[in-house]
């Protein structure tokens, strides 16, 4: 049976809080970052579906939106240190699914 996303995620999630004793607030930002990568680019379901295209497409979008922040201000964009932690956090991931043959 073909395993999406959502269900390797939470593979890993449960990996890696017991081999790098990662805190709760950790995970739950690994959590928070993988789910705005799914609600910006809900067309990737498989790993199969993932591309460095696809990421690199993520990134611009992330980079490029129209956001309201609470202040009711609109900004478009994000801080190199916002991508960073993305990256950080979601490539930790893809790295995890390349390792694991997925």
Known sequence: MK???????DEYITEVRFSKRLSPKTILSYRD???NF??????IVY?????QTEINEFFRILDTRKRILNN????VGV?????????NKLNS???WLKNNHH
């Open 33 to 35: 970052g993988f789910n």
């Open 38 to 43: 799914k609600n910006l680019m809900p067309h």
């Open 93 to 95: 991931f893809f790295v």
């Open 47 to 51: 790993p199969s579906d993932l591309s």
């Open 3 to 9: 395993k999406d996303l959502n269900k390797l995620f």
């Open 72 to 75: 009711g201000e609109e900004r």
């Open 79 to 87: 801080k190199n240190s916002t991508i960073m932690a993305y990256w």
